[in-house]
């Protein structure tokens, strides 16, 4: 608009100028014109300058989150562990890990949690027949102490022991009943080799009534237990070869036997 607006004018004035002239031409005179309103130009307002761009939002700068490390838990005794008898903590923690297995009927915890041993085979171990026979001769008998009380024992071979415990699980009869409680297979008590102290060895006794043929009959197995590698595990297995049908005041080998816990008598 400003550029047309200047060049309009300057055409106007071409024009004054060129009529003025050819007034004088023709007159010879001076010639008076004629007044001409002259076109006055209205500027045009002048554009607005450009606006001034608006700062660039500034952009919050992440602040990376420190990891917060989670609070170790502090587990939570059972109420089995709790009531122990034992003042050995770990211990007690495993002897309810025990009893939580027996409940779940969980064999492979027996397997995971005992330790094996090997014996080499020889000819007078194959001639007693416990660990290994003759056509083992020269070879490595590994498995888990198993033994009957004042008798020989043998090596159970982990597929045996893993069946034993299943048989365990099957045989028991819960719906009976004696002087010593249930006849489910449970923790009866703890029993001690010797006086309990730091990381001596201690015992899980386990109690069940099996049908043996004469009728319910009350049988006891203690898992000897012992601390190799900080880690209480079971080492060997011994079935006691006293069966409870009296009450345990006469029987003397349970007398001092600490109970897990102790069930009421039944009727």
Same mark, same amino acid.
């Given at each position: 608009?400003?550029?047309? &607006?200047?060049?309009?004018?300057?055409?106007?004035?071409?024009?004054?100028?060129?009529?003025?002239?050819?007034? =004088?031409?023709?007159?010879?005179?001076?010639?008076?014109?004629?007044?001409?309103?002259?076109?006055?130009?209205?500027?045009?307002?002048?554009? &607005?300058?450009?606006?001034?761009?608006?700062?660039?939002?500034?952009?919050?700068?992440?602040?990376?989150?420190?990891?917060?490390?989670?609070?170790?838990?502090?587990?939570?005794?059972?109420?089995?562990?709790?009531?122990?008898?034992?003042?050995?903590?770990?211990?007690?923690?495993?002897?309810?890990?025990?009893?939580?297995?027996?409940?779940?009927?969980?064999?492979?915890?027996?397997?995971?949690?005992?330790?094996?041993? &090997?014996?080499?085979?020889?000819?007078?171990?194959?001639?007693?027949?416990?660990?290994?026979?003759?056509?083992?001769?020269?070879?490595?008998?590994?498995?888990?102490?198993?033994?009957?009380?004042?008798?020989?024992?043998?090596?159970?071979?982990?597929?045996?022991?893993?069946?034993?415990?299943?048989?365990?699980?099957?045989?028991?009869?819960?719906?009976?009943?004696?002087?010593?409680?249930?006849?489910?297979?449970?923790?009866?008590?703890?029993?001690?080799?010797?006086?309990?102290?730091?990381?001596?060895?201690?015992?899980?006794?386990?109690?069940?009534?099996?049908?043996?043929?004469?009728?319910?009959?009350?049988?006891?197995?203690?898992?000897?237990?012992?601390?190799?590698?900080? =880690?209480?595990?079971?080492?060997?297995?011994?079935?006691?070869?006293?069966?409870?049908?009296?009450?345990?005041?006469? &029987?003397?080998?349970?007398?001092?036997?600490?109970?897990?816990?102790?069930?009421?008598?039944?009727?």
């Amino acid at each position: 608009m400003k550029i047309a &607006s200047v060049g309009m004018t300057l055409l106007l004035g071409i024009c004054l100028a060129v009529s003025t002239a050819a007034c =004088q031409d023709d007159d010879g005179g001076t010639a008076t014109p004629t007044p001409t309103a002259t076109a006055t130009a209205i500027p045009s307002p002048p554009p &607005s300058p450009p606006a001034s761009p608006s700062p660039p939002a500034a952009t919050p700068t992440a602040v990376p989150e420190t990891p917060t490390a989670a609070p170790t838990p502090i587990p939570s005794p059972t109420p089995e562990a709790a009531a122990c008898p034992d003042d050995d903590p770990a211990f007690c923690i495993f002897a309810a890990q025990v009893e939580q297995a027996i409940a779940d009927e969980d064999a492979d915890f027996f397997v995971a949690n005992s330790v094996t041993q &090997s014996i080499p085979c020889t000819a007078e171990e194959a001639e007693a027949g416990y660990i290994c026979g003759p056509e083992e001769i020269g070879e490595t008998i590994t498995g888990i102490p198993f033994g009957w009380e004042a008798s020989e024992g043998i090596l159970m071979p982990l597929e045996d022991y893993r069946e034993l415990w299943v048989q365990l699980f099957a045989s028991n009869l819960p719906a009976e009943s004696d002087s010593e409680g249930s006849g489910e297979l449970r923790i009866w008590g703890l029993a001690y080799s010797t006086p309990p102290a730091a990381g001596t060895p201690r015992n899980i006794v386990v109690t069940y009534l099996s049908d043996d043929g004469q009728g319910p009959t009350r049988h006891a197995i203690s898992l000897n237990c012992k601390l190799p590698d900080g =880690q209480w595990q079971i080492t060997s297995l011994l079935q006691h070869a006293l069966f409870l049908g009296l009450p345990r005041d006469t &029987s003397p080998e349970w007398r001092d036997w600490p109970q897990w816990r102790p069930e009421p008598p039944s009727a």
